[in-house]
């Protein structure tokens, strides 16, 4: 698959296959999402598989404020992958003539996390796995499910399995003319 159709073929998936995907794979995917660009090349995005069941149970019972929408694509999931990230790290650059910090310097590892994020998100669908992002979560108690070491915050779960049915259709999407601006 070439990357345009990889990008356009991608769906958010909540529907998977009573089959789980194997560690192999999965490492394979997470090989490729380390290639994601991040601040300063901190590369502080963190990536925790779950995949035995009685804790992924955990997850969708306590760890989506009840949101039940998510906790049935919880029932089907065959893993979840907890994105986190290393935190204090992007933001602030230091360099031997300087040290620069932007005013929106709180954003850049919540931005790092979302580039990762998408890049697990493609080389799962190129591997055959589909995804689905989930940023309604309870942060805080995921940590404490997985049992995260503290220096990072959990950013968003990308719950994940092989797709169970036909594929899922696109979702809408805004014509370019009302995104795109030249100046
Ligand atoms: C930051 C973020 C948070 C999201 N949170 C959820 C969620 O909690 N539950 C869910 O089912 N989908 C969630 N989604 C998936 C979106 O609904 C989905 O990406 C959007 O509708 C476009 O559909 P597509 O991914 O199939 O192209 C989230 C996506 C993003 C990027």
């Not at 194997?22 to 290639?35: A, P, Q, Y």
């Not at 990230?85 to 230091?94: A, I, Q, R, T």
């Not at 049915?165 to 030249?182: M, S, Y």
Request: net charge neutral.
């Amino acid at each position: 698959m070439d990357a345009i159709e990889l990008i356009k073929d991608r769906r958010s998936v909540r529907k998977y296959k009573n089959e789980k995907v194997d560690r192999e794979t999965m490492k394979e995917i997470v090989e490729l999402s380390k290639w994601a660009p991040s601040w300063a090349n901190y590369q502080i995005a963190r990536y925790t598989l779950v995949d035995d069941d009685a804790v992924i149970k955990r997850l969708a019972d306590e760890g989506v404020y009840g949101f039940s929408y998510n906790i049935k694509t919880l029932h089907k999931a065959q893993g979840v992958a907890v994105l986190s990230f290393v935190k204090g790290k992007s933001g602030k650059l230091d360099t031997p003539k300087g040290s620069y910090e932007p005013s929106a310097n709180n954003v850049w590892e919540i931005f790092d996390a979302g580039i990762a994020c998408q890049t697990f998100c493609l080389a799962a669908h190129a591997k055959g796995v589909g995804t689905c992002i989930f940023g309604v979560i309870d942060d805080k108690k995921i940590g404490e499910i997985v049992n995260l070491p503290a220096e990072e915050s959990v950013a968003a779960l990308i719950v994940y399995g092989y797709e169970d049915g036909k594929h899922a259709q696109p979702t809408p999407r805004k014509e370019v003319d009302d995104i795109l601006r030249f100046v």
